[in-house]
Nanobody, 123 residues
Framework: QVQLVESGGGLVQAGGSLRLSCAASGRTFSDYAMGWFRQTPGKEREFVAGISRSGRSTSYADSVKGRFTLSRDSAKNTVYLQMNSLKPEDTAAYYC????????????????WGQGTQVTVSS
């Protein structure tokens, strides 16, 4: 099992930037594909971005492509989500997730989840 802890959320004005971090416990971080999801009240948790075990492959939701960048640092057991040009529509609780299989785009593709960090974008 792996424990995931998100950080970096907060309040930002539209057009601003935030950098989310997801720190994983243990020394098996490199064995997991990592993903970010977000959720607002009344909506399903939706895929935002994902990165493969090697870091060579990434996937982004159409709504964030070109604005968000996902990367990982295996030496630090950490994955980062750089969010630029933020919009009020990006307001949500953001969750980090880990998969032992592959870089997926659905909730079922991920086995472990963090507790989330809130991102609020004001207009």
């Amino acid at each position: 099992q792996v424990q995931l802890v998100e950080s970096g959320g907060g309040l930002v004005q539209a057009g601003g930037s935030l950098r989310l971090s997801c720190a994983a416990s243990g020394r098996t971080f490199s064995d997991y594909a990592m993903g970010w999801f977000r959720q607002t009240p009344g909506k399903e948790r939706e895929f935002v971005a994902g990165i493969s075990r090697s870091g060579r492959s990434t996937s982004y939701a159409d709504s964030v492509k070109g604005r968000f960048t996902l990367s990982r640092d295996s030496a630090k057991n950490t994955v980062y989500l750089q969010m630029n040009s933020l919009k009020p529509e990006d307001t949500a609780a953001y969750y980090c997730a880990a998969s032992t299989l592959f870089l997926g785009t659905t909730k079922a593709d991920y086995r472990y989840w963090g507790q989330g960090t809130q991102v609020t974008v004001s207009s």
